[in-house]
């Protein structure tokens, strides 16, 4: 994993205090595509290496509304897998209160904002666990938690001292979730936030040199950290384009790079777009206006009252397509700059590469 091995060491301590009891959180944060999945994978593969239990768990925009999604990914495994004697022993003394969540049918005791009985229960039944060895839970998007589970994270994270389990929640970074309710309180809990940067240009170039041959120049790395702003998905995806087009490496410019760029942030977006009812409306609308859009003018070019039109350009940056906050502003500049030139020579500016990746989110069928 390039240049994570602070993240890595810091994480390997947090597995190291679970297994003397001195448990605590870690709070990974970052954009989309920023390698937050794949560093919890391998503090998960060490966590199992060292002998502790792995529990895991993962965040979906379309289940957050259904209760209890985090608490029975966790759980059910172990709850509902083993023996009758089995399951006694967890449930047992103060964990029992936790029953009702674990109940075939919703029941009045395991509301959708629980009761101090139903969290003092969920921790007793984790306490029960550990009992048995040291424990390390990993919440992946965890901005899209369901409430009561975002209430257990809260409810944990300052009683884990003394207790051999370590917690790993990663998330969009905090400030630019869309419901930021379920994740602000745990912010505010004792942790250790691990903040997760951008790819330096030195590691984009080991990249591309491992991906396009050594013989790559360092002019094309620059122009490849520049197109994807060091972000490791999107550093990926557009290597994997340029080496799709089976292109000598010398033919390579970064002419090239950038206009590939804009494509491939739009092409990784469209996984995280789905869920925007707004999304094809909109793009399609900015990729008239062009850059630096004003959203009132967008939201009626696509049809959208304020309100929608604003939580979808929201969503759209989160995606990674637009620059957060206001005018609406694509995140490849450099693309938009040279747009702006164009324009002044002709028609032929309408159709630049920002606004043919503009087009593609919204018309998905017309992606390659």
């Known amino acids: 994993m390039l240049e994570r091995g602070a993240e890595l060491t810091s994480l390997d301590r947090l597995l190291a205090d679970a297994e003397r009891a001195a448990g605590r959180?870690?709070?990974?944060?970052?954009?989309?595509?920023?390698?937050?999945?794949?560093?919890?994978?391998?503090?998960?593969?060490?966590?199992?290496?060292?002998?502790?239990?792995?529990?895991?768990?993962?965040?979906?925009?379309?289940?957050?509304?259904?209760?209890?999604?985090?608490?029975?990914?966790?759980?059910?495994?172990?709850?509902?897998?083993?023996?009758?004697?089995?399951?006694?022993?967890?449930?047992?003394?103060?964990?029992?209160?936790?029953?009702?969540?674990?109940?075939?049918?919703?029941?009045?005791?395991?509301?959708?904002?629980?009761?101090?009985?139903?969290?003092?229960?969920?921790?007793?039944?984790?306490?029960?666990?550990?009992?048995?060895?040291?424990?390390?839970?990993?919440?992946?998007?965890?901005?899209?938690?369901?409430?009561?589970?975002?209430?257990?994270?809260?409810?944990?994270?300052?009683?884990?001292?003394?207790?051999?389990?370590?917690?790993?929640?990663?998330?969009?970074?905090?400030?630019?979730?869309?419901?930021?309710?379920?994740?602000?309180?745990?912010a505010r809990a004792p942790l250790q936030r691990i903040k997760l940067r951008p790819l330096s240009t030195a590691a984009v170039g080991g990249l591309v040199a491992a991906r396009l041959g050594e013989q790559a120049g360092e002019t094309l790395a620059s122009a490849c950290a520049t197109a994807t702003g060091g972000n490791p998905f999107l550093i990926h995806e557009l290597l994997n384009d340029l080496a799709r087009q089976q292109r000598a490496t010398d033919d390579i410019d970064p002419a090239t790079v950038e206009r590939l760029g804009p494509r491939e942030v739009a092409a990784a977006a469209l996984a995280r777009v789905g869920g925007l009812s707004g999304a094809p409306a909109l793009t399609r609308a900015l990729a008239v206006l062009g850059e630096d859009a004003d959203l009132t003018a967008a939201a009626a070019l696509a049809e959208?009252?304020?309100?929608?039109?604003?939580?979808?350009?929201?969503?759209?940056?989160?995606?990674?397509?637009?620059?957060?906050?206001?005018?609406?502003?694509?995140?490849?500049?450099?693309?938009?700059?040279?747009?702006?030139?164009?324009?002044?020579r002709g028609h032929e500016a309408i159709y630049t590469p920002e606004r043919r990746s503009f087009e593609r989110v919204a018309e998905p069928s017309r992606m390659p």
């Open 304 to 344: 959208l009252d304020p309100g929608e039109a604003s939580a979808t350009a929201d969503g759209l940056a989160d995606a990674m397509i637009l620059e957060a906050g206001r005018p609406l502003r694509s995140r490849t500049r450099s693309c938009a700059q040279r747009s702006t030139t164009r324009s002044r």
């Open 25 to 186: 959180v870690a709070l990974i944060e970052g954009p989309p595509g920023i390698g937050k999945t794949r560093l919890l994978r391998e503090v998960a593969r060490r966590a199992r290496d060292r002998g502790l239990g792995v529990l895991t768990a993962r965040g979906s925009e379309l289940e957050r509304s259904f209760p209890y999604g985090i608490v029975h990914q966790l759980l059910d495994p172990v709850v509902r897998s083993g023996a009758p004697d089995d399951r006694e022993d967890l449930m047992a003394g103060a964990a029992a209160l936790a029953q009702p969540v674990f109940e075939p049918w919703p029941t009045a005791e395991a509301p959708g904002d629980p009761s101090f009985a139903i969290l003092h229960g969920l921790y007793w039944l984790l306490a029960n666990l550990a009992e048995r060895g040291p424990l390390f839970i990993a919440i992946d998007d965890a901005q899209w938690s369901d409430r009561p589970s975002g209430r257990l994270l809260e409810f944990l994270a300052p009683r884990l001292e003394g207790m051999p389990i370590a917690l790993a929640v990663a998330s969009r970074d905090t400030g630019n979730v869309a419901e930021p309710d379920a994740l602000s309180a745990l």
